[in-house]
């Protein structure tokens, strides 16, 4: 046995054993060094294997901290039906998104970022002031060339390089994902798809007349490529769709090496991915993880995003990196919207240019990694001790399964008569699986109100319980 592996289970047993709590700060790299008489890099290994365990958690500047979630409670991996179906669920998705007007208890299930802290807000004051003009006329149909230089400015931390002409600006992800499906798929064909999956990605699915093929998902590690290879096998599929960095609705991030595997896959049944990154920035992890896209070599990949998680969704700037579909994209982008609002891409470009954008997800980074711990506190001490609950790697998401017996749809009314709104499990699922699981959102900063929103949340489950 290695050096690091026999400190690693002694810290192991330290955590198990219950000297360190849940949340508690574990000793420096450099006193375990000291205190072991081993060398910094084998303290630094045997915490690096803890933190694969999900035992140990690295904070930026603070150091080693017990986990607040630990393997056992994640949620199951997903089993979803191993056939192409036709999505359904619309009726159910439009209910959660008339919702957003209402302003009164809380409102946990739509993602909506904390918005409190942006600083663009005085930049598209200016820009409105100075230049009206600039924002009334037509620009060019891919997206202004200020906005898309800066992203490719960005992409440089994702590990890509790609140039401004390489980018298509979108009103938002959701139409980059729906342009996209409609330029690699004709209607009828079958896309592979993660599940529990974001259900905006299903209704795009949809409304271009195609069927998903739901794949088993991993709680930690994302798509199961195994199964998404026999699927391969048996079914004609056209593209793979994916979140592999913070996942709606479970949060994990795929590993680097399996985001390069399932690369390889698409490359050797030659299709194509659809990469949506809306949550790469916000990852806990610094520097942010890689893309796909970033090992993409031949422009098989379609990298989707957008600022409506990172910055504020009301602005709509999203964009595309269409590899070798760039004609096809920008064609289907003309005819869908023409093109976008110029404003808001303007001030978009000026907060990147003069370092607001990379301050402001640093500190949104540092906030909602405290706030899914609070969260994950909060459900601990409220809900049933059978709850399974995601440990996110990034964004302010995360996904609940609870017992078997007990139903998200009627809880979901149940709650909303309370003031309390949360996305139910059946909505991320093509054909309305997932009713004992659902999703919360922990970007609302007031921690009382979402404590007493997680009690009454316990209080409806327990009341539905049967004795
Ligand atoms: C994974 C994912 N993709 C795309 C979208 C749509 O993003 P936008 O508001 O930029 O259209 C969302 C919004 O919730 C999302 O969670």
């Known amino acids: 046995m290695t050096l690091y592996e026999n400190l690693a289970i002694r810290l192991r047993e330290h955590i198990e054993l219950g000297f360190y709590k849940p949340g508690d700060k574990l000793p420096s790299v450099r006193q375990l060094a000291k205190e072991h008489g081993v060398s910094i890099s084998t303290v630094q290994e045997a915490y690096r294997q803890l933190e694969q365990e999900l035992l140990v958690e690295a904070k930026p500047k603070s150091g080693y901290f017990v986990s607040i979630q630990n393997k056992d409670n994640l949620p199951s991996i997903s089993r979803p039906p191993q056939r192409p179906l036709e999505v359904s669920q619309w009726e159910e998705v439009l209910n959660m998104l008339m919702i957003r007007s209402r302003t009164d208890g809380v409102q946990l299930q739509h993602a909506m970022p904390d918005m409190r802290a942006t600083t663009l807000k005085p930049l598209l004051k200016d820009l409105s002031k100075q230049n009206p003009e600039v924002g009334l006329s037509y620009s060019d149909v891919r997206g202004t060339k200020e906005l898309r230089t800066q992203l490719s400015r960005l992409a440089v931390a994702s590990g890509c390089q790609l140039h401004p002409d390489d980018l298509v600006i979108t009103s938002g992800c959701q139409e980059a994902l729906s342009v996209c499906l409609r330029a690699v798929t004709e209607p009828g064909d079958i896309i592979a798809i993660e599940s529990p999956s974001f259900y905006g990605s299903m209704q795009a699915i949809k409304a271009a007349n195609l069927k998903a093929m739901e794949i088993p998902t991993h709680p930690e590690t994302g798509i199961s490529l195994e199964a998404l290879e026999l699927a391969l096998d048996q079914w004609p599929i056209k593209a793979i769709f994916v979140t592999p960095t913070c996942n709606n609705p479970m949060g994990y991030t795929m590993p680097e090496d399996k985001k390069e595997q399932l690369y390889r896959l698409a490359q050797s049944y030659d299709i194509t991915i659809i990469e949506d990154d809306i949550y790469g920035d916000i990852s806990f992890q610094f520097p942010r993880p890689k893309t796909i896209k970033s090992f993409d070599t031949d422009g098989r990949v379609l990298l989707c995003s957008s600022f409506s998680k990172s910055i504020a969704p009301g602005m709509r700037v999203g964009w595309i990196a269409p590899g070798r579909y760039r004609d096809k994209v920008t064609h289907i ?104 699981c659902f999703r919360l959102n922990y970007s609302e900063k007031n921690v009382e109100k979402r404590e007493a929103a997680i009690k009454t949340l316990g209080q409806v489950i327990a009341e539905m319980q049967p004795d």
């Open 333 to 436: 982008k003309y005819v869908s919207s023409s093109m976008c609002p110029v404003t808001p891409q303007l001030a978009v470009a000026k907060f990147i240019r003069l370092g607001g954008y990379a301050k402001h997800i640093r500190n949104m980074r540092l906030n909602y990694e405290k706030q899914r711990d609070m969260l994950l506190k909060a459900i601990k001490t409220y809900l049933p001790k059978d709850t399974r609950v995601s440990f996110p790697a990034g964004s302010f998401i995360l996904w609940v399964e609870l017992a078997k017996d007990i139903d998200s749809m009627k809880l979901v009314e149940k709650c909303r008569q309370k003031g309390v709104g949360f996305a139910p499990g059946p909505l991320f699922s093509a054909t309305g699986k997932y009713r004992n």
